[in-house]
């Protein structure tokens, strides 16, 4: 079982989560997780590697064969109003009504939730240019999703999940959104986990970063101390060894050399047939996701 260091009471806590679907491998498979107040984690894995499920199950959408989910130690399938009030959430396709205003849809949501911020929704439809008379069904695909923020921010939650949230925003959009998710987060300590293929987004905004691969996180630690600890190391599996590495990942290379993924042993000088190349954020998830 994997352990996450943390400072606070846990905003949410995942234990030993099965899912699998009907004929199919595991999509997580014994996975642990826990989030801490004012956490930004970005989730990464490829196409397929189960993100949107992990969410489906952290948010109690979606049931798991075994494990225990807890939400501010309340179990999942049994928040009481006031719990799922704190809960904010930007699904990876539109679930607006599409037969509603924008104006109509955010009054309906309004009336769930007792810290409802109508001058940052106010503020949000200006500087994002969204009609309040307009149908929802006839806004572009990216006034839509501004819209779906919009509705996910406006009760200030204290734990938000974005499921690829920019996807049909425009870079300009996208940016204007973080810069609105890092003040949520400065101003409120609002835990937020954000799936995103977009490397660059999860740059500006995730201090931490979790990668899911083989129905677990494999990683999860702040992006700054990966960069400046994580190394590729290549060289003879003994050079290896004698650095006591502890591996991520092992990857063969030709005449019998082999590339690992590890953190710099602190104090260590490195053999002179060992290379150590620095790694960014694409190099890790190629070699973790």
């Given at each position: 079982m994997t352990k996450f260091p943390h400072t606070d009471k846990p905003t949410a806590e995942m234990d030993g989560i099965q899912l699998a679907y009907p004929k199919g491998p595991a999509v997580l498979d014994g996975l642990d997780w826990q989030l801490v107040p004012g956490q930004v984690v970005g989730l990464l894995g490829r196409n397929g590697a189960g993100k949107t499920s992990l969410l489906e199950v952290l948010l109690g959408l979606r049931e798991p064969q075994a494990g225990s989910v807890r939400l501010f130690g309340q179990d999942v399938q049994r928040l009481?109003?006031?719990t799922r009030a704190r809960i904010g959430y930007v699904p990876q396709h539109n679930d607006l009504f599409d037969g509603f205003t924008a104006e109509h849809l955010l009054n309906y949501f309004r009336s769930?939730?007792?810290r409802?911020?109508?001058a940052k929704v106010d503020g949000l439809l200006s500087r994002w240019d969204i009609a309040r008379d307009?149908?929802?069904r006839k806004l572009s695909g990216g006034q839509q999703q501004r819209l779906s923020i919009i509705r996910a921010l406006a009760h200030e939650p204290d734990l938000l999940v974005l499921d690829e949230p920019v996807a049909s925003l425009d870079p300009l959009g996208r940016r204007d959104f973080?810069?609105?998710?890092?003040e949520q987060v400065l101003d409120?300590?609002?835990?937020?986990?954000?799936?995103?293929?977009?490397?660059?987004?999860?740059?500006?905004v995730a201090f931490n970063m979790a990668f899911l691969s083989g129905g677990?996180?494999?990683?999860q630690a702040p992006l700054?101390?990966?960069l400046e600890e994580m190394r590729l190391f290549t060289g003879s599996p003994a050079e290896l060894a004698r650095l006591g590495l502890a591996p991520l990942k092992r990857t063969p290379l030709e005449a019998g050399r082999e590339r690992v993924l590890a953190r710099l042993p602190a104090g260590r000088e490195l053999p002179a047939g060992v290379q150590a190349d620095a790694v960014n954020l694409e190099d890790l998830f190629a070699e973790l996701a």
């Open positions: 009481d109003d006031a769930f939730y007792p409802w911020n109508q307009k149908p929802v973080l810069r609105e998710l890092v409120r300590g609002t835990t937020v986990v954000f799936s995103t293929h977009i490397l660059s987004d999860l740059e500006r677990r996180i494999v990683l700054d101390e990966l």
